[in-house]
């Protein structure tokens, strides 16, 4: 279904919060939010390891590379080859981070990222080879960092921060779970790190910015909970999850409009418009920021896919609820980013096909699980792997996703 954004349809968003639909996974996503239970009752125990990665993977990893089976081969060895598997890493920590929205330099923005992959990447190495050397490696670098970095600082501190703090929950969610030799008052050390210093500012969102920023943020906030064993802000992820993701990723449901993202002032039709790049006309899978760049979009895809992820090996299937949307977000980016001619509707014309390594995830689940026809992701899957890391907050998923555990 195609919809096209005119200035007839000012009465419409006059009451889209209400009237926006209710097929499909779309629909006023404040009241769907309202209208379900606590997403996990009171005092249920999280699942460990369980950020992204779950035991069962951890397993079938480690399996299929010792019997050298592809794409896992490949994947290790980019992994094992790249610069953070590297046993003599140093970690560069910073007291305060400071990361600016310009062209001004910054402090610590790509060391903290880098030695936050380093850390997690030094314990996929560790649960895959046994060599205790990388688990040392990685808590050495993560208790840098606990031990030095107190604040975020500038106009990308919110970004930054959840990107870094993706990686250091998902790192020390497997040290804490397959290592017994991190010492206590190390672990602790690190906990208050993510707890004071990274949750405070990755919890709130950021409702008026690209929902780039508000979706990596609910996945940083997701990913720590779970390593904190804090329900409160598992259950703050998925609210931002269940009301952010309809309002980034276009589905016809939804109704003549895409759903405004939640809290927002962004309430007319032109200011969507603006919001959305400029985009006009609404087909299914489209995003916010489709017509900006597809490297945004991607992002985008993977902290959805991480957090479905993440919720599914605690039990709670968001997967369920996005499926459609998620299937169709990532074909339409996917059959654009290998090459299909963009017709004129679409950002007029010209997209910039710039996708990262993202789409492992969201595929293990909808094809490998689900057994959803999804040929061009299938494609471009196949043809980016092994799909290694951004160095921003995703990392090593052929690895450990190439297939459903």
Same mark, same amino acid.
């Given at each position: ?9 000012? $009465? ?64 290790? @060895?980019?992994?094992? *080859? ?25 402090? *610590? ?22 060599? @205790? ?13 606990? *031990? ?87 259950? @703050? ?25 939640? *809290? ?38 993977? $902290? ?74 299938? @494609? ?26």
């Amino acid at each position: 279904m195609t919809v096209v954004l005119t200035a007839a349809l000012t $009465a419409v968003l006059m009451t889209v919060t209400t009237a926006c639909g209710s097929s499909g996974d779309g629909g006023d996503a404040a009241a769907e939010v309202a209208a379900r239970p606590d997403p996990r009752p009171s005092g249920a125990a999280f699942a460990h390891p369980g950020v992204l990665v779950g035991k069962a993977q951890l397993t079938a990893a480690r399996d299929h590379v010792a019997r050298k089976e592809e794409p896992w081969l490949s994947a290790y @060895k980019e992994m094992s *080859g790249s610069k953070y598997a590297d046993l003599d890493y140093k970690a560069k920590p910073y007291a305060t981070v400071e990361c600016p929205p310009d062209t001004r330099p910054g402090q *610590g923005c790509v060391e903290e990222r880098e030695d936050a992959i380093a850390a997690y990447t030094q314990a996929l190495l560790w649960n895959v080879t046994g060599k @205790k050397a990388h688990a040392d490696k990685a808590v050495q670098i993560m208790d840098a960092w606990s *031990g030095t970095v107190k604040r975020h600082t500038e106009g990308n501190a919110g970004l930054q921060t959840a990107w870094a703090a993706t990686s250091w929950a998902k790192a020390a969610e497997l040290m804490q779970y397959t290592y017994d030799g991190w010492p206590d008052g190390e672990e602790l050390k690190f906990q208050r790190m993510l707890r004071d210093v990274y949750l405070p500012v990755v919890e709130p969102g950021s409702a008026d910015f690209n929902g780039n920023w508000d979706l990596v943020m609910a996945d940083a906030t997701m990913s720590a909970a779970v390593y904190l064993n804090d329900q409160a802000a598992f259950d @703050k992820a998925v609210h931002h999850f269940r009301s952010r993701v309809p309002a980034y990723f276009y589905l016809s449901s939804d109704g003549p409009l895409p759903v405004k993202p939640e *809290g927002s002032d962004i309430d007319t039709p032109a200011e969507l418009q603006r919001y959305w790049f400029g985009q006009k006309t609404f087909k299914d899978g489209l995003s916010q920021e489709t017509c900006r760049n597809f490297k945004h979009a991607s992002y985008s895809l993977a $902290a959805t896919s991480h957090m479905a992820e993440t919720a599914w090996h605690q039990g709670l299937d968001l997967y369920g609820e996005v499926k459609d949307r998620l299937a169709a977000a990532l074909e339409f980016h996917s059959k654009y980013q290998l090459g299909a001619k963009a017709p004129s509707w679409l950002c007029g014309g010209k997209v910039q096909r710039d996708m990262g390594p993202d789409t492992e995830v969201g595929l293990s689940h909808l094809q490998g699980r689900l057994k959803m026809e999804m040929p061009q992701t299938r @494609k471009l899957t196949q043809k980016q792997r092994p799909e290694g890391t951004d160095d921003l907050f995703v990392a090593w998923e052929t690895l450990t996703h190439a297939t459903a555990a």
